[in-house]
T-cell receptor, first 118, second 114 residues
Framework: EAEVAQSPRYKITEKSQAVAFWCDPI?????LYWYRQILGQGPELLVQ????????DSQLPKDRFSAERLKGVDSTLKIQPAELGDSAMYLC????????????????FGNGTRLTVT | GQQVMQIPQYQHVQEGEDFTTYCNSS?????IQWYKQRPGGHPVFLIQ?????EVKKQKRLTFQFGEAKKNSSLHITATQTTDVGTYFC??????????????FGQGTILTVHP
């Protein structure tokens, strides 16, 4: 079964440094999401792309976070500068369709990048 | 904003016992999805419920969507050690029914003692 690829799997960085995460969605999936999951909590959406366009970034801390999906395929999430509170799992997910009025397409998650900021 | 709440936060059971987790939304949902996240893993889609009062079964798992479409439950019969993990419900964010934006509950962590 096709999978969402993410790298790196783990990242340790010092505060104030820059970090970047990469995601390659399942081939053909037009919708890509970046979620942040703090230990013991559910995933929280940071940004959603439809092809190369941002559909929702209302929860993205834009002063330090940026995301791009230039060719509508793979995506990069960047944090600069990293803060201690950014330590979390960063999950990328993709879905094949944006759904219909009453039905959402299931999300396919990657293995995530666990970020530790020291 | 929309809130999706799950209870309990933790559940410890002996193998063979049943388990239920409940999900409540502050708003009416067009649908609800359930995901399972194994320890150290990523969330994996289990099922989606769309209709009011809908009940779906997957082997020992029974999913229910409330009549008012504001709550849902997941029941596992005769738990096994392979059921260990965190179970999340997720519903479309307000105004996001067709745009795929999901709000996740905080999850119920299930531990099964052999």
């Amino acid at each position: 079964e096709a999978e969402v690829a993410q790298s790196p799997r783990y990242k340790i960085t010092e505060k104030s440094q820059a970090v970047a995460f990469w995601c390659d969605p399942i081939s053909g999936h037009a919708t890509l999401y970046w979620y942040r999951q703090i230990l013991g909590q559910g995933p929280e959406l940071l940004v959603q792309f439809q092809d190369e366009s941002v559909v929702d970034d209302s929860q993205l801390p834009k002063d330090r976070f940026s995301a791009e999906r230039l060719k509508g395929v793979d995506s990069t999430l960047k944090i600069q500068p990293a803060e201690l509170g950014d330590s979390a799992m960063y999950l990328c997910a993709s879905s094949s369709l944006t759904g219909t009025v009453n039905r959402n397409s299931p999300l396919h998650f990657g293995n995530g990048t666990r970020l530790t900021v020291t | 904003g929309q809130q999706v709440m799950q209870i309990p936060q933790y559940q410890h059971v002996q193998e063979g016992e049943d388990f239920t987790t409940y999900c409540n939304s502050s708003t009416t949902l067009s649908n609800i999805q359930w995901y399972k996240q194994r320890p150290g893993g990523h969330p994996v889609f289990l099922i989606q419920l769309v209709k009011s009062g809908e009940v779906k079964k997957q082997k020992r798992l029974t999913f229910q969507f409330g009549e008012a479409k504001k709550n849902s439950s997941l029941h596992i019969t005769a738990t096994q050690t392979t059921d260990v993990g965190t179970y999340f419900c997720a519903g479309p964010s307000a105004g996001g029914t067709s745009y795929g934006k999901l709000t996740f509950g905080q999850g119920t962590i299930l531990t099964v003692h052999p």
